[in-house]
């Protein structure tokens, strides 16, 4: 009678959490509970598609989710997408693009104020006009279609692209090509200077639209080394 009672009252202490587990015999000891499902960290996918107002991962470290991404990726290249992916939602990205956003800003208000301020190539003022104009435009057109992409949940790759933005970025390669004869053909005889030449253009008009223009070559540049790495090392752990 005193040995049941003595199990009853220690199996009533287990399960209340109060006592020691009890010892088995020959040596053998009891398996670890598995975390319960609500303390383990968030996947991937869960990390990147939470809205906005969610809570964040209980991590909550970008190196944590770049070490899930790389567990659940399946080759570099995979690796690579989704910590593109993760990047995007920092806060460094999200400067960048504000960045990018007063570049066009800038453009405009360089072209409007300097619009008769350059006899030598009068179209250089209304090249950055038009490109500023455009490319706030476009950059209005591609943040809203990410919000709906990410508001209905739908993978960029699937989602179907704006055919209005497709045509502003035709028209601004169109536009950009025309800028680089107007900006490289006066480039040795240009003459900031003195304003009353018929071979003047302001300085901060000009040698801002030239340093843009070739700050996209040297993007474009670096984008091409990226990729290049990318493919050898992809062929590498292959």
């Known amino acids: 009678m005193m040995m049941m009672m003595t199990k009853m009252a220690t199996t009533n202490d287990v ?116 490109f500023g104009c455009f490319g706030i435009l476009k950059n209005i057109i591609s943040l809203y279609e990410r919000y709906k992409n990410h508001r209905e949940n739908e993978s960029e790759n699937n989602a179907k692209q704006n055919p209005l933005e497709v045509m502003i970025n035709c028209f601004l390669l169109a536009w950009f090509i025309a800028g680089n004869y107007w900006i490289y053909s006066v480039h040795r005889a240009v003459n900031m200077v003195d304003p009353s030449s018929e071979r003047f253009c302001d300085p901060t008009a000009y040698l801002f639209a030239f340093w843009v223009t070739t700050t996209a070559y040297i993007f474009v540049g670096l984008l091409i080394i990226c990729v290049c790495c990318t493919a050898f090392c992809t062929s590498v752990t292959t």
């Open 15 to 130: 399960e209340s959490g109060s006592g020691a587990p009890p010892s088995f015999p020959n040596g053998v000891t009891a398996l670890p509970v598995p975390p319960d499902a609500s303390e383990l960290p968030p996947t991937y996918e869960e990390a990147v598609h939470s809205q906005p107002g969610d809570a964040p991962p209980s991590y909550a470290s970008l190196f944590g989710e770049i070490q899930e991404a790389r567990r659940e990726s399946g080759g570099f290249v995979d690796f690579l997408k989704k910590l593109l992916v993760l990047l995007a939602g920092t806060i460094g990205c999200t400067i960048l693009l504000g960045l990018l956003m007063a570049v066009p800003v800038a453009m405009i208000v360089l072209g409007a104020i300097n619009l008769h301020d350059c006899p030598i190539q009068r179209m250089i003022p209304i090249y950055l006009l038009v």
